[in-house]
């Protein structure tokens, strides 16, 4: 059979390569900044584009997009061209989607310091942004659709699988957790409201660290760990079983996000089950990587390569375990709004993807240059850093998220809960946070090992932008018989329908119900849309990040209600575009903030914005001085209304055009209330606004004493 004659693109790898580094690098050093800040708040350094609330999404995003997301492309591209004896689709699309990927990065980073975000956790950028993020998603699917069509490889090894559902499925949960109103450029409204909000969020938060952070590099694992080895996948049918369970069972899971909150209980109760479900799956991947060493764990205290892969797989293991663990409602009672949360998903992700991405970049640059690897104690250097950094930042985190829970649950003999202030937790729980630092130090001191590595290793070889490659052309014969699977391997645009049927069902199952039968959300007549000073507010808190640090949602747990107050009923949220629940309590609930034992004074909040640790003693929170310099922005305030009853927020008509002046008459009221205590303010500064939306919040029901 006569052989054709191609080559292989290395020039994109290279390049998808360098960029993962470089925003590894910006990603760490945002994340060990945000980590200093919550032990040393003068690291907030009083500027408004460096608080906490702004330098975490920027780091998430960081991680998630840049590190990984470029890690990921380097990855496929690379296998994939080897797996299908093909050169990529088109050499065009390959740069459109490097410099499309990393103009997205930069425009990230620029507006979430900025201040211009969504406050969707792991989907905080603008409209615009997620309109480029799609564009580029699709030209990447369309280059990988495209190569596998015209593969020299009749059959689809396993990581293509995972490749191929990582595509179809990331481009669902981004365009339907996407859909908003804008307002302006920079500022738009969520489509959905309240707990239809937090459903869809939550639906696509879980699944972008399912179909982001685990399927396509479970994809690696599998090309690169049988490559690093030399050693066959343990078993094809394991492969098989591993692939659909996890891709039909995974989108069901996302409501254990949202236990114990305002969710109806059946979607609860539906995202555990099938959370438990996850770990018969997740755990049949890890074993299919780890018993594919079978033979070879000699070479494994020998090889870094080896190390990396074998630690990052045993992380991946203990976080697939303990996810479905934490979605127990006992457990996440325990749990949820924790620092253990925190430890739990950097075991993830600095564990399973920063660990698989090392080894397979020390095994990838010495192939992309044609040389040895510089050094491997240098290597092993980088590994026992890395690994004591990922002990020294998850442990402190674990016995800091247990100490949370011990002391928000702890009552006397009497019934009266022993830790009142929610502060004494926090003041407990600073030292662990330097302690998390110092591992975060120690991780990223050995990312500067590598580089340094990987440098040399780089300039002691010859890159080989186009490696020559020989094979026959796919024969168009019809061939039959042969397992099943093996069938729809050498069908690419029907295997990709099933997957995107695999993994549509369980989203329209608990979605849909939830969106179209009333009684899944009763609405509460006291409940009213925000006035335009409090809605000014709100949209304030959301560009400082406040919900990075403070939830919105009294759960009906004990220790909750009696610190907080009634717990939160679902048509209390119907007027939120987008829903701020929060994931983290870093500091307390402000559910009910405006009313009850809770409610504070204008003139406490005034000043608690200005020097927190002046009125709180011991508080991390930072200061927020330009909060009252800055005017409130009235001339968006049309524009917001109109945008907000565009989806459903009952605004009269018209209002837009008077709005204005409601505004003006709250913002007097409370100027005058800080009068009265000595302080001087017009009623045009922002923290005017903000202070208007803390004391609306909870005050929308009346509760029995």
Same mark, same amino acid.
């Given at each position: 059979?006569?052989?054709?004659?191609?080559?292989?693109? @290395?020039?994109?790898?290279?390049?998808?390569?360098?960029?993962?580094?470089?925003?590894?690098?910006?990603?760490?050093?945002?994340?060990?900044?945000?980590?200093?800040?919550?032990?040393?708040?003068?690291? @907030?350094?009083?500027?408004?584009?460096?608080?906490?609330?702004?330098?975490?999404?920027?780091?998430?995003?960081?991680?998630?997009?840049?590190?990984?997301?470029?890690?990921?492309?380097?990855?496929? $591209?690379?296998?994939?061209?080897?797996?299908?004896?093909?050169?990529?689709?088109?050499?065009?699309?390959?740069?459109? @989607?490097?410099?499309?990927?990393? *103009?997205?990065?930069?425009?990230?980073?620029?507006?979430?310091?900025?201040?211009?975000?969504?406050?969707?956790?792991?989907?905080?950028?603008?409209?615009?942004?997620?309109?480029?993020?799609?564009?580029?998603?699709?030209?990447?699917?369309?280059?990988?659709?495209?190569?596998?069509?015209? +593969?020299?490889?009749?059959?689809?090894?396993?990581?293509?699988?995972?490749?191929? *559902?990582?595509?179809?499925?990331?481009?669902?949960?981004?365009?339907?957790?996407?859909?908003?109103?804008?307002?302006?450029?920079?500022?738009?409204?969520?489509?959905?409201? !309240?707990?239809?909000?937090?459903?869809?969020?939550?639906?696509?938060?879980?699944?972008?660290?399912?179909?982001?952070?685990?399927?396509?590099?479970?994809?690696?694992?599998?090309?690169?760990?049988?490559?690093?080895?030399?050693?066959?996948?343990?078993?094809?049918?394991?492969?098989?079983?591993?692939?659909?369970?996890?891709?039909?069972?995974?989108?069901?899971?996302?409501?254990?996000?949202?236990?114990?909150?305002?969710?109806?209980?059946?979607?609860?109760?539906?995202?555990?089950?099938?959370?438990?479900?996850?770990?018969?799956?997740?755990?049949?991947?890890?074993?299919?990587? &780890?018993?594919?060493?079978?033979?070879?764990?000699?070479?494994?205290?020998?090889?870094?390569?080896?190390?990396?892969?074998?630690?990052?797989?045993?992380? $991946?293991?203990?976080?697939?375990?303990?996810?479905?663990?934490?979605?127990?409602?006992?457990?996440?009672?325990?749990?949820?709004?924790?620092?253990?949360?925190?430890?739990?998903?950097?075991?993830?992700?600095?564990?399973?993807?920063?660990?698989?991405?090392?080894?397979?970049?020390?095994?990838?640059?010495?192939?992309?240059?044609?040389?040895?690897?510089?050094?491997?104690?240098?290597? @092993?250097?980088?590994?026992? &850093?890395?690994?004591?950094?990922?002990?020294?930042?998850?442990?402190?985190?674990?016995?800091?998220?247990?100490?949370?829970?011990?002391?928000?649950?702890?009552?006397?003999?009497? !019934?009266?809960?022993?830790?009142?202030?929610?502060?004494?937790?926090?003041?407990?729980?600073?030292?662990?946070?330097?302690?998390?630092?110092?591992?975060?130090?120690?991780?990223?001191?050995?990312?500067?090992?590598?580089?340094?590595?990987?440098?040399?290793?780089?300039?002691?070889?010859?890159?080989?932008?186009?490696?020559?490659?020989?094979?026959?052309?796919?024969?168009?014969?019809?061939?039959?018989?042969?397992?099943?699977?093996?069938?729809?391997?050498?069908?690419?645009?029907?295997?990709?329908? &099933?997957?995107?049927?695999?993994?549509?069902?369980?989203?329209?199952?608990?979605?849909?119900?939830?969106?179209?039968?009333?009684?899944?959300?009763?609405?509460?007549?006291?409940?009213?849309?925000?006035?335009?000073?409090?809605?000014?507010?709100?949209?304030?808190?959301?560009?400082?990040?406040?919900?990075?640090?403070?939830?919105?949602?009294? +759960?009906?747990?004990?220790?909750?209600?009696?610190?907080?107050?009634?717990?939160?009923?679902?048509?209390?949220?119907?007027?939120?575009?987008?829903?701020?629940?929060?994931?983290?309590?870093?500091?307390?609930?402000?559910?009910?903030?405006?009313?009850?034992?809770?409610?504070?004074?204008?003139?406490?909040?005034?000043?608690?914005?200005?020097?927190?640790?002046?009125?709180?003693?011991?508080?991390?929170?930072?200061?927020?001085?330009? &909060?009252?310099?800055?005017?409130?922005?009235?001339?968006?305030?049309?524009?917001?209304?109109?945008?907000? +009853?565009?989806?459903?927020?009952?605004?009269?008509?018209? $209002?837009?055009?008077?709005?204005?002046?409601?505004?003006?008459?709250?913002?007097?009221?409370?100027?005058?209330?800080?009068?009265?205590?000595?302080?001087?303010?017009?009623?045009?500064?922002?923290?005017?606004?903000?202070?208007?939306?803390?004391?609306?919040?909870?005050?929308?029901?009346?509760?029995?004493?």
């Amino acid at each position: 059979m006569e052989l054709e004659k191609f080559s292989y693109d @290395n020039k994109i790898v290279k390049y998808f390569t360098i960029a993962a580094i470089c925003f590894g690098v910006i990603a760490m050093l945002a994340g060990l900044t945000a980590a200093i800040q919550l032990f040393y708040p003068a690291f @907030n350094f009083d500027l408004q584009y460096t608080t906490f609330g702004r330098v975490r999404p920027l780091h998430t995003n960081a991680v998630i997009f840049g590190f990984i997301g470029n890690s990921m492309f380097a990855g496929i $591209y690379y296998s994939l061209q080897r797996l299908l004896k093909a050169r990529m689709f088109n050499d065009t699309l390959s740069w459109i @989607n490097f410099w499309g990927w990393q *103009a997205i990065l930069l425009s990230a980073a620029v507006t979430l310091l900025l201040g211009f975000t969504s406050s969707k956790e792991y989907a905080e950028l603008e409209w615009p942004i997620d309109i480029a993020i799609a564009l580029i998603w699709v030209v990447f699917g369309i280059n990988m659709i495209g190569t596998i069509i015209k +593969r020299r490889e009749r059959h689809m090894y396993v990581a293509i699988w995972f490749y191929i *559902a990582t595509f179809v499925t990331v481009a669902v949960l981004h365009i339907v957790n996407s859909f908003a109103i804008p307002v302006s450029f920079f500022k738009s409204y969520s489509w959905y409201a !309240g707990v239809q909000d937090a459903l869809v969020q939550w639906w696509y938060g879980h699944n972008a660290v399912a179909f982001f952070l685990t399927t396509p590099f479970l994809g690696l694992m599998y090309y690169y760990l049988p490559k690093a080895a030399k050693r066959p996948v343990y078993s094809y049918k394991l492969s098989i079983i591993h692939f659909w369970s996890l891709i039909f069972i995974y989108i069901w899971a996302g409501p254990h996000h949202l236990l114990y909150t305002s969710l109806p209980d059946w979607a609860q109760s539906l995202g555990v089950a099938f959370s438990i479900m996850l770990i018969a799956p997740s755990w049949g991947g890890m074993l299919n990587g &780890l018993l594919t060493l079978r033979g070879a764990w000699d070479r494994v205290r020998e090889d870094p390569i080896l190390k990396f892969m074998v630690v990052a797989i045993t992380c $991946y293991g203990m976080a697939t375990f303990e996810g479905p663990m934490l979605s127990l409602k006992s457990v996440n009672a325990v749990g949820h709004f924790t620092d253990w949360i925190v430890a739990h998903v950097h075991v993830g992700a600095l564990g399973w993807n920063g660990f698989l991405i090392f080894g397979m970049f020390y095994w990838l640059v010495p192939r992309l240059w044609a040389t040895k690897l510089h050094s491997i104690k240098l290597a @092993n250097l980088h590994f026992w &850093l890395g690994t004591l950094g990922i002990i020294f930042y998850a442990l402190p985190m674990y016995v800091a998220g247990v100490v949370q829970s011990l002391m928000w649950q702890q009552f006397d003999a009497d !019934g009266f809960l022993v830790y009142k202030n929610f502060l004494e937790t926090v003041i407990q729980i600073v030292p662990l946070y330097a302690l998390r630092a110092i591992g975060g130090t120690l991780y990223l001191s050995g990312v500067f090992v590598m580089i340094f590595n990987l440098i040399k290793t780089a300039n002691s070889g010859i890159f080989v932008p186009e490696e020559a490659a020989e094979a026959p052309a796919l024969e168009k014969k019809i061939i039959t018989g042969g397992h099943w699977h093996s069938v729809w391997e050498r069908k690419p645009v029907f295997f990709t329908v &099933l997957t995107l049927v695999a993994i549509l069902i369980g989203g329209i199952i608990e979605m849909v119900p939830t969106f179209l039968i009333k009684s899944n959300i009763p609405t509460i007549s006291s409940v009213k849309p925000y006035t335009p000073l409090e809605l000014q507010g709100r949209d304030i808190y959301i560009r400082e990040g406040c919900n990075n640090c403070h939830s919105q949602m009294v +759960r009906p747990l004990r220790f909750d209600t009696e610190r907080y107050g009634e717990y939160s009923k679902a048509g209390e949220f119907v007027y939120d575009h987008p829903f701020l629940w929060g994931s983290k309590r870093t500091g307390p609930d402000l559910a009910r903030e405006g009313v009850g034992k809770l409610k504070k004074s204008d003139t406490w909040h005034y000043n608690h914005l200005l020097a927190p640790d002046a009125v709180s003693a011991g508080s991390i929170m930072p200061a927020y001085p330009w &909060l009252f310099e800055q005017a409130i922005d009235t001339e968006s305030t049309a524009a917001k209304i109109s945008a907000l +009853r565009t989806v459903g927020v009952p605004y009269p008509e018209d $209002y837009e055009n008077t709005a204005n002046e409601d505004l003006a008459l709250q913002a007097k009221t409370i100027a005058a209330s800080l009068k009265a205590d000595g302080i001087d303010a017009t009623g045009e500064e922002e923290i005017i606004a903000l202070i208007a939306y803390l004391q609306r919040l909870g005050t929308d029901i009346t509760v029995k004493p």
